[in-house]
């Protein structure tokens, strides 16, 4: 056939430097140039002479373009042929004949009768890579086709060296970004979130977090959502001689299903649809510092066994590797959920669970430390008003600390610390009153918005407790004496486990083994 050797270099350029995106120009050069050559496929390498290391890339076929990312060792009794400064480029008739497609036999990437093109990449005078032409049939490649790709030496060793300094630039960009992360978490430990209570209602929970804080140990901390798990994580950290490496939050249960590996492990470029670069996941970025596992009970069973191993190995491997990559961290972990109900369930592991449950910390609700809301309100109060620029901060209006103070607050210091937002922007910087806002929370019934109590009510504290003490025993009946779980009494009486059985000892209702029937005389 015929070539136009100018249009074919120029038409062929066009597609090779075309793209960034590896897969992209290789596919795009290899639909232009089958026209030329009967090659099956294209595979794009890269030669790493400072780690002896070579890697094929890509691959483009009539099928479409792939990310290859699989790198083999180059044995010293075939390293001088690699390097060879000659720009001869090779008529392969069987590719088993050929020293560095070896490996690549080995790995499945090539077959031991398939005719290859090598055209070496050559820079400076250093061997950067190839460009490897496969057809499946013997003896395909003639001289010709080999002298018509040689002209194209040079865009495709511009084409890899862009791409591969692309590919840096974007991994050095990743790693900018998690720097930053790292560098906005020392500016919080510096400034540090106030524990509001430290001295009151917490002040059993820090006597914990001073104890366990300096030993490597993991804790579990369990609580109702909103009491401020993450906040004591954070005090655990600053007090650990971990101090100054990173402290990296997952929450479990926001995590994708389809993305908890590469999360948690990270994943090799490559290793699946969309994977155009190398990621650390969060247990290597914790690496030196604390990772804190928020709703650990979230996690789904197969993500349980991988941190099981990670927590007894100290090790991972990322979504698509194949070395594994030693971590020095320290677990943290929470959650708002009955574990030990869901062992029960079978819905969390026990090995797992006794991992985990080393230092366990309880974090009480806001209602059962009502004293510290006074503070929580002041301290809040003044925060909100400088995150939305206020001048001026508002006062509180006559009986608005005592109206709070009634209040059961279900959703805790996150719950306060929202409706003193609420009350801040609805101001316009008259004195806080909360009446309106905790008559719109009251409607769904969790509770009444207080006023002066009658001296009927003082004197009936006995009979208010019979009537809890009733419900109770009513919905442990229809649960057939289960307290926790998704059936389970807290979870119909929207409560925390924990909490239920604590009021149901205060009231004398038996549950568990004490519990044999709930009869009309029990329930």
């Known amino acids: 056939m015929q070539v136009d050797e100018r249009e074919f270099f120029r038409e062929a350029t066009i597609r090779i430097c075309g793209s960034l995106d590896i897969q992209t120009f290789l596919y795009g050069s290899f639909l232009y140039l089958r026209d030329y050559i009967p090659a099956d ?93 496969v057809a499946k049939q013997s003896g395909a490649f003639t001289r010709e086709h080999a002298d018509l790709v040689s002209s194209l030496r040079e865009p495709f060793a511009i084409a890899l060296s862009n791409s591969v300094r692309y590919q840096e630039l974007l991994e050095l960009k990743e790693l900018l970004t998690e720097d930053n992360r790292f560098l906005h978490s020392e500016l919080r430990q510096i400034a540090g979130d106030e524990i509001i209570g430290a001295d009151f209602g917490l002040r059993g929970v820090m006597e914990m977090v001073r104890q366990v804080a300096p030993l490597p140990s993991p804790v579990l901390l369990l609580g109702e959502t909103g009491t401020g798990k993450e906040v004591v994580a954070g005090a655990i950290h600053t007090l650990s001689t971990r101090k100054d490496g990173p402290f990296i939050t997952v929450n479990c249960g926001a995590i994708p299903e389809n993305l908890v590996d590469s999360e948690l492990f990270g994943h090799e470029k490559g290793a699946f649809t969309g994977a155009l670069m190398r990621k650390r996941g969060r247990f290597e970025r914790a690496h030196g510092g604390t990772l804190f596992l928020d709703e650990v009970g979230e996690l789904r069973p197969d993500a349980q066994v991988r941190l099981l191993r990670v927590l007894q190995e100290k090790e991972i491997e990322r979504v698509g590797g194949t070395e594994p990559i030693k971590v020095d961290i320290r677990v943290i972990a929470a959650t708002h959920r009955d574990l030990e109900a869901m062992l029960h369930e079978g819905a969390f592991r026990d090995d797992l669970f006794f991992r985990l449950n080393v230092f366990p910390i309880q974090i009480p609700p806001l209602r059962e430390r009502k004293g510290d809301i006074p503070a929580l309100v002041h301290y809040f109060i003044r925060k909100k008003s400088r995150e939305i620029g206020m001048t001026v901060i508002p006062t509180l209006a006559q009986g608005a600390l005592e109206r709070l103070m009634a209040y059961t607050w279900p959703g805790n210091v996150r719950e306060l610390e929202n409706t003193i937002e609420r009350a801040l922007i609805l101001s316009r910087g008259e004195p806080i009153g909360f009446g309106d806002l905790l008559r719109t929370q009251l409607k769904g019934g969790t509770a009444e918005e207080p006023g002066p109590a009658a001296p009927s009510e003082q004197n009936d504290q006995l009979a208010l407790d019979e009537v809890i003490s009733g419900h109770i025993r009513r919905v442990l009946e229809m649960t057939e004496g289960r307290v926790g779980g998704k059936k389970g009494a807290a979870s119909l009486l929207k409560i925390n486990p924990s909490t239920l059985r604590k009021r149901m000892r205060k009231l004398g209702i038996r549950f568990g083994r004490k519990a044999k029937s709930f009869d009309s005389q029990t329930v």
């Open 41 to 133: 496929s294209v595979i794009l390498t890269h030669y790493r002479a400072e780690k002896g290391e070579h890697t094929a890339l890509a691959m483009a076929s009539g099928e479409g373009g792939s990310l290859l990312n699989l790198t083999v060792p180059v044995p010293p009794d075939i390293h001088a042929f690699v390097v060879r400064p000659d720009r001869e480029t090779p008529v392969v008739d069987r590719a088993e004949m050929h020293p560095t497609a070896r490996p690549w036999i080995a790995k499945g990437l090539l077959e031991k009768d398939a005719s290859l093109l090598v055209l070496r990449l050559i820079v400076d005078g250093d061997i950067v890579g190839g460009v490897i032409f």
